[in-house]
């Protein structure tokens, strides 16, 4: 009865903080971008900014949920979000073959065994997947020893970035590569693909014991 | 503000993060496959946003997709022997598969 009451209370914090995050967010910079903005050409970048906070948020969120979830089910539905989102930002990167790439691969390949595993290795009668953590505690000293120092370096370091190519298609690009500079490597990636194949199912068959 | 490189820097880095956080703190072992997923989802959101913002060209972008090829391999293969432990121990703790074989 008390887990009950806890769920719903974490419910209605979460949904609260989330109408919350979207009222302040409105607030602070959707309306005054449209007051500020002459209607034209630059409400497009205003909007796309806005998009790409919200893609952001999306994929940090679903990754903290892959981490912090006490659910495995919850935790595969962190990761896909996580992984819709890092596609969504390939489209921010004009990289759309990644970004299809990304949803046919990851979501529909990886996602789908991911939850196929989960399925078949806890009993479905278990009314909560187990998917127990040890140490929190270190998990999140590990986080507050690793995550200033990426982000600084990634804050601090004055890259030499070049003015971005206007959004073109890319796909006519990578396969002219694919076939030229890089044919070496990808033959390599369908030979590891074959061997993937073949050892996948050798590894997971079930073993004919000889009595 | 402008959308800059150190956005897509930070978002690769957070993923990064919490994808290390997963792998060294779940007991479940298709938790810590989903860790490393994440990790090369950062790995590929850095390498993106370089190709994008510093070198131009496709190149980073050819090699986030050989990652994903070999993210997909990974994944079956492990997510196999995570089936294969299953059979031997009926768990899929890690910190009781401590065998190659029984």
């Known amino acids: 009865m008390t887990q009950t009451t806890g769920k719903i209370l974490g419910w209605i914090l979460g949904t609260a903080l989330a109408t919350g995050f979207v009222v302040v967010m409105g607030q602070l910079a959707i309306v005054p971008a449209m007051k500020a903005m002459p209607p034209g050409e630059t409400t497009a970048t205003g909007l796309a900014e806005v998009l790409f906070y919200v893609i952001a948020g999306l994929t940090i969120a679903g990754a903290a949920g892959v981490a912090l979830s006490r659910n495995i089910l919850y935790s595969a539905i962190g990761l896909l979000a996580a992984l819709l989102g890092a596609g969504a930002l390939y489209v921010f990167l004009a990289a759309d073959f990644l970004a299809v790439a990304q949803l046919l691969v990851y979501i529909g390949g990886v996602l789908v065994l991911v939850l196929f595993a989960v399925m078949l290795t806890n009993r479905i009668t278990e009314i909560t997947v187990s998917n127990a953590s040890l140490g929190l505690w270190g998990g999140a000293m590990l986080f507050v020893a690793v995550a200033p120092v990426l982000l600084a370096v990634a804050l601090v370091t004055p890259w030499e970035t070049i003015t971005p190519a206007a959004a073109a298609y890319t796909t006519e690009t990578i396969g002219d590569g694919l076939l030229t500079r890089w044919l070496l490597p990808f033959e390599i990636a369908s030979m590891v693909l074959l061997a993937t194949l073949v050892g996948a199912v050798v590894i997971a068959r079930k073993e004919i014991k000889a009595d | ?102």
């Open chain 2, 1 to 102: 503000m402008q959308i800059s490189l150190s956005h897509f820097l930070i978002v690769g880095a957070l993923l990064f993060c919490f994808g290390l956080v997963t792998v060294t703190t779940r007991r479940n072992a298709v938790g810590v496959l989903m860790g490393v997923e994440l990790i090369l989802n950062g790995a590929n959101v850095n390498f993106a946003a370089f190709n994008h913002y510093v070198v131009g060209g496709v190149s980073g972008q050819v090699f986030a997709l050989f990652v994903i090829v070999l993210a997909a391999a990974e994944a079956a293969v492990g997510l196999a022997i995570v089936l294969a432990v299953f059979q031997t121990f009926k768990t899929i703790d890690v910190r009781y598969a401590d065998l190659m074989r029984e």
